[in-house]
């Protein structure tokens, strides 16, 4: 309380002082229940946002995490469904032939494939095949029927084995038989030469866990997974059992690399969050904090009531009926997916104390402005009370002592009506901060152009990489032409399109070419120059095949393929077509390093011409013109066979017609 030092008597609170502590109390009042509002409001926006990143999030993640065991259970679908036809289809006495194009008696008592199959021979077939070891137990009896099956078994994994392990994702892709039969292909390694001579497989964990006893459902299974200290790698494995009428022939199996999920599930987690994935019996897969001792339990490691947090996640996730979804503890939200195949499950923790500091923060910064416009509002209010009430009051109780000692004349010369307009400055302040935001939105709109303009950029870079990517994929590299993947994906399609168009009778023709001697052409000039004639003669083909429907290809090796098609054809056309393409490649001329000599070319070609229909296929066309390759290539090279059929277009029909020529 202030005193009034002439009278002595309490002074009275200015009016002024009145105003701005009454305002100021009813302000700060309003504020906090402000903030207060907005914070319950703020936390509900970003629990319902959180909610739905997470579930983006970890639905994504499902999706990407399960398709590396959705593609291995396809394998194995594809895989029995080979296996299960050739059983079925291949004459007995045939497969049991095959027997001995691949295993050979060891003196150890047992059977094992020919060293061939692991370090590279070129089969009957034309190509290049390496990679995959075989055993069979020196106990076993070869009868007529294990004999077929092992042969069967062996030429599907030397079909399948090394386009799966290829990709970097495979270790190895092997096949068993319950007779104590296993043939894989393990990267780098024999592994079946290796072996002792009294293995027994059908007791292996790896074989076991798939056999009767052990999986009545007669399902693909998947073992525990587990860290491999000597490769440092994580990984698990798959197997599939393959049941003819009843009886258990084979089991398919593939270990299949985990460091990438792992990675993944460790490192790659929204901010401020953790990932953790177990199985459904509860076996801990991925755990940051807990990873080294996952690792020493090598897959085995169980939640148990030694961690209650983990514990209480566990059973809030393995209740749910959903495969992925969002659920949540007294202390986070938990974002959850089920892993196909294995049967697990990835959660992201998210800390519902990092919404509540969010919210505090949101909620914080809507005080600290609610707060400055309170104080500019007291500055207003502050100016407007000193010049529209004080300061008038002041002049007037000023003008009225005069007043009451000079009179009326007192007013005269008053500057009361004349007293400043603070409203034009403070208008003019207006417009120099209005003019400040202005300049300011701006250079912000500039910059946002700036950055348009690098994403555009960065995009476009990005998609032109793509397509590079895409063509590499499809392209034989050396040759410029399409490779066999493109082969046996564009050549099925065009046969089903040429089948399609039952109106006009359409002839598809197959022609595989392959280069006389290139063997030779290697040893005598070196490898550069059998390089330079592979890309001379993928250009002389990709000239002389421009027209609409021509495809071109390099199957592998000095192997190529045309595929054309055509609504007339016959004979003396295919003769004309033969000669031409034979005499487009005597023409090419090759560079080699001897002085004045000219590397010389001639192919052996196999044509095959079907009539178009919805029983041909590329297995049956091929085998025509492979046919005849083999032909032209026994009646002396550098020459052409030419298979026209009419008819069924497989061959086999009883209206079919075949007409053989040969073209030198």
Same mark, same amino acid.
């Given at each position: ?23 100021? @109390? ?46 291995? +259970? ?28 691949? #295993? ?46 092992? *042969? ?33 292909? #393990?990267?780098?390694?024999?592994? @079946? ?80 969050? +953790? ?10 897969? &991925? ?71 969010? *919210? ?47 009179? @009326? ?20 302040? #207006? ?41 590499? *994929? ?12 493109? #082969? ?12 399609? @168009?039952? /109106? ?34 993928? &250009? ?43 005499? &487009? ?16 070319? /001639? ?44 008819? /069924?277009?497989?061959? /086999? ?12």
């Amino acid at each position: 309380m202030t005193v009034d030092k002439a009278t002595g008597v309490p002074a009275r609170t200015s009016l002024r002082t009145q105003i701005i502590v009454r305002g100021a @109390l009813r302000s700060l009042v309003i504020a906090a229940l402000l903030c207060l509002a907005s914070y319950y409001h703020v936390a509900g926006m970003l629990e319902d946002g959180v909610v739905e990143q997470l579930e983006q999030f970890i639905a994504e993640r499902g999706r990407r995490d399960s398709e590396p065991f959705l593609q291995t +259970e396809r394998h194995h679908r594809a895989v029995e469904q080979a296996l299960l036809e050739q059983l079925q289809s291949v004459p007995l006495a045939t497969g049991a032939a095959l027997f001995d194009d691949y #295993f050979e008696p060891w003196p150890d008592g047992t059977w094992r494939t020919r060293t061939g199959w692991y370090e590279g021979q070129l089969f009957k077939d034309g190509l290049q095949h390496r990679g995959f070891t075989g055993f069979i137990g020196r106990d076993v009896e070869l009868t007529p029927q294990l004999r077929h099956r092992a *042969a069967l078994i062996a030429a599907l994994l030397d079909w399948y084995g090394s386009a799966w392990t290829s990709t970097g994702q495979y270790i190895n892709y092997f096949v068993s038989a319950p007779e104590n039969l296993l043939v894989g292909e #393990f990267i780098g390694v024999p592994y @079946l030469h290796q072996v002792p001579a009294d293995s027994y497989f059908p007791d292996e964990i790896f074989v076991a866990r798939a056999n009767e006893t052990q999986n009545p459902q007669r399902q693909a299974v998947w073992t525990h997974f587990y860290f491999d200290a000597t490769a440092k790698m994580w990984m698990l494995s798959s197997l599939k059992p393959v049941y003819l009428q009843d009886r258990l022939v084979a089991t398919l199996g593939q270990d299949i690399l985990l460091d990438d999920f792992m990675q993944r599930t460790l490192k790659d987690a929204l901010d401020g969050t +953790e990932n953790i994935a177990f199985s459904a019996d509860g076996s801990l897969i &991925a755990y940051e904090p807990l990873l080294a001792e996952i690792q020493a339990a090598g897959g085995t490691l169980k939640i148990d009531g030694d961690q209650p947090q983990l514990q209480g996640i566990f059973a809030a996730v393995a209740g749910q009926q959903r495969r992925s979804g969002v659920t949540e503890t007294d202390e986070a939200f938990l974002a959850y997916t089920r892993i196909d195949g294995p049967d697990w499950y990835l959660v992201n923790i998210y800390p519902k104390q990092l919404l509540q500091d969010k *919210a505090v923060a949101a909620a914080t910064i809507i005080l600290g402005i609610a707060l400055l416009g309170l104080l500019s509002e007291f500055a207003v209010l502050w100016l407007l009370i000193e010049q529209y009430v004080l300061a008038p009051l002041r002049r007037f109780i000023r003008v009225t002592e005069k007043v009451g000692e000079e009179g @009326l004349s007192a007013l005269q010369g008053s500057e009361l009506p004349r007293r400043p307009d603070e409203f034009g400055r403070l208008a003019s302040r #207006f417009r120099e901060t209005a003019s400040e935001l202005e300049a300011s939105r701006q250079a912000l709109l500039a910059v946002n152009r700036d950055l348009d303009a690098q994403v555009a950029a960065r995009t476009e870079a990005l998609t032109q990489a793509n397509q590079r990517l895409a063509t590499l *994929a499809i392209t034989d590299e050396l040759s410029g032409l399409h490779n066999r993947r493109q #082969f046996q994906q564009v050549v099925p399609q065009e046969l089903a399109r040429l089948a399609r @168009l039952q /109106s006009t009778p359409l002839w598809a023709t197959l022609a595989i070419l392959d280069i006389d001697h290139f063997k030779q052409i290697n040893d005598r000039y070196g490898h550069a120059v059998g390089d330079q004639a592979i890309r001379q003669l993928g &250009a002389c083909l990709a000239a002389l095949h421009r027209r609409a429907g021509d495809h071109c290809f390099r199957l592998g090796g000095e192997e190529f393929a045309l595929f054309t098609s055509a609504e007339q054809v016959d004979g003396d056309k295919l003769q004309a077509f033969a000669t031409h393409l034979l005499e &487009a490649v005597r023409s090419l001329a090759i560079e080699v390093s001897q002085p004045e000599q000219t590397g010389r070319l /001639s192919v052996s070609v196999g044509i095959a011409c079907v009539q178009a229909n919805t029983e041909l296929s590329l297995e049956s066309l091929y085998k025509l013109a492979d046919d005849a390759l083999y032909l032209a290539k026994q009646s002396g090279r550098d020459q052409a066979r030419i298979v026209l059929l009419s008819g /069924s277009g497989s061959g /086999s029909g009883e209206q079919a017609t075949t007409l053989e020529l040969g073209v030198h």
